[in-house]
């Protein structure tokens, strides 16, 4: 333990660096993920073959190792933020995407026809009802992703890309010598409590988003 603080203590400022850069590019993948997940699950959740087809695809991606894709990616897009990024995303598309297509899916048809009834178009019906009911459905399924990308963004360190995974690899590559163990627990420690302070402000998130009436 004492090598362990002692280590944390002498790279505290890089640790922060790269912490910042890691809960930055999870941030990122996910935010760019919901909004092609949302995308295409409004597209999609109203014909039963075309919510089967994307979201077979999008767990297709899944089942692809990731140290195979981004080794796929890397011809085209290089090393580093580009690969990572364009892999994070492709990840967490599943989750949100499934939730998506079953929230929408799961709003009331009686809501739907008064809401035509009192004259509102498909935009403003999805807009104003669809969406904000599907909402929670959508939010767990962004906490869901969050929790998945945040460990494969460790494995990305492969691919020099940003983040705590370099910290671990560094660390197991160098096992034998005073600092490596300390250096890949501590990498390795940070990426779960990272992880839960991510799931923490989603769950706030939700506290503010939705509507007392939905979450009851």
Request: overall charge positive; charged content about 15%; proline content about 6%.
């Given at each position: 333990m004492d090598a362990l603080w002692s280590f944390v203590v002498n790279r505290r400022e890089q640790l922060l660096v790269d912490s910042y850069l890691h809960v930055s590019a999870v941030v990122q993948s996910l935010v760019v993920a919901t909004l092609i997940a949302v995308a295409l699950g409004v597209l999609v959740y109203r014909s039963p073959l075309g919510s089967a087809a994307a979201t077979a695809t999008a767990g297709a991606i899944l089942t692809v190792p990731s140290f195979a894709l981004l080794g796929l990616l890397i011809p085209f897009l290089g090393l580093g933020v580009g690969p990572t990024i364009v892999a994070l995303v492709l990840y967490a598309l599943l989750p949100i995407l499934?939730?998506?297509?079953?929230?929408?899916?799961?709003?009331?048809?009686?809501?739907?026809?008064?809401?035509?009834?009192?004259?509102?178009?498909?935009?403003?019906?999805?807009?104003?009802?669809?969406?904000?009911?599907?909402?929670?459905?959508?939010?767990?399924?962004?906490?869901?992703?969050?929790?998945?990308?945040?460990?494969?963004?460790?494995?990305?360190?492969?691919?020099?890309?940003?983040?705590?995974?370099?910290?671990?690899?560094?660390?197991?590559?160098?096992?034998?010598?005073?600092n490596a163990v300390p250096q890949a627990l501590t990498g390795t420690v940070l990426i779960v409590v990272l992880a839960l302070a991510l799931d923490g402000v989603l769950l706030l998130l939700g506290r503010l988003t939705i509507s007392r009436g939905i979450r009851d």
């Open positions: 499934r939730n998506t297509v079953l929230g929408l899916s799961s709003v009331d048809p009686a809501v739907i026809d008064a809401a035509r009834g009192v004259g509102m178009n498909r935009l403003r019906l999805l807009a104003k009802i669809e969406l904000p009911l599907a909402w929670p459905a959508i939010l767990t399924g962004m906490r869901v992703s969050t929790q998945m990308i945040m460990g494969i963004l460790a494995l990305a360190a492969y691919a020099k890309g940003p983040g705590l995974g370099n910290l671990i690899f560094s660390g197991l590559s160098r096992l034998g010598s005073p």
